[in-house]
């Protein structure tokens, strides 16, 4: 009975925002299973699995947060064309995330640390209302970033997936940090630094998949040079990209690493 009123408190507690836990060797969730997020248009799921059974939706990305590691594991969203071209937003600070049940790391951890607060779901992906691009302020979509990485290579692969979605007509976005236990960490709750960030991408007609991994760290490399097969990132992850799509072609496009069927 205990367990039954708590629930009730939880679903109550974030009515505007879900929180779902998602067992990776079950089914089993706490309120609502993470193959119940869908596009809304075709019924597919895109999100991966969570090795932390900590998964939480916005209204503009869905995310696993990792409370060791003080941020998410991944941050996932689906992007469309023209959906970033609106300016005039006001640009707020960072805030800790309110629906993060352990508390998302404050802002101060990043204070003089050398490290930016880098978007995982930037903030011009996401400039339809105030309301969306303030999602992307709270810290769950935060990782520690060096500048010249954020501002540089980072910031190249960002306008390229943007591009992208609008010359393949909508695209599926998940992104992230590797989070591995000998990393680097920041401020008074030990926020990881990733050695490597990545993103994986999938066209909504599911016919292409990419994959880059990129070091954490500047480079004027060209962003061909970061690709990686989805298995690849699987094994450093530990994480089930797409694990909805159909196995023929799960397994087709997640063990290349062929870039030549995209845009560069």
């Not at 939706?57 to 970033?84: I, M, N, P, R």
């Not at 694990?243 to 087709?252: F, G, M, S, V």
């Amino acid at each position: 009975m205990r367990k039954f009123f708590l629930n009730i408190f939880v679903v109550l507690a974030f009515s505007s925002c879900q929180i779902k836990n998602e067992n990776t060797t079950t089914t089993e969730t706490t309120i609502v299973p993470t193959s119940e997020v869908v596009n809304e248009t075709s019924g597919f799921s895109y999100l991966p699995t969570s090795t932390t059974n900590t998964v939480y939706e916005h209204k503009g990305y869905t995310f696993s947060y990792s409370e060791s590691h003080e941020q998410s594991e991944w941050v996932a969203y689906e992007l469309e064309d023209g959906k970033w071209k609106y300016a005039n937003l006001e640009r707020p600070l960072f805030e800790q995330d309110p629906i993060v049940k352990t508390e998302s790391a404050h802002w101060r951890n990043y204070k003089k640390s050398g490290y930016t607060k880098g978007h995982l779901c930037p903030a011009g992906d996401r400039k339809q209302s105030q309301e969306l691009f303030d999602e992307t302020f709270f810290t769950s979509n935060a990782s520690p970033q060096l500048y010249d990485f954020n501002a540089g290579v980072w910031n190249r692969l960002e306008n390229k997936v943007r591009y992208w979605a609008g010359k393949y007509d909508g695209i599926y976005v998940i992104t992230g940090g590797v989070l591995s236990d000998d990393l680097e960490t920041i401020g008074s709750e030990e926020v990881s630094v990733p050695k490597y960030f990545y993103k994986v991408l999938l066209t909504k007609d599911k016919t292409r998949m990419i994959a880059f991994l990129v070091p954490h760290e500047k480079s004027n490399q060209p962003l061909y040079e970061f690709v990686v097969s989805v298995d690849e990132l699987e094994q450093k992850t530990g994480i089930d990209f797409f694990p909805k799509l159909d196995d023929a072609t799960e397994n087709k496009l997640e063990a290349s690493k062929d870039y030549k069927g995209w845009s560069f």
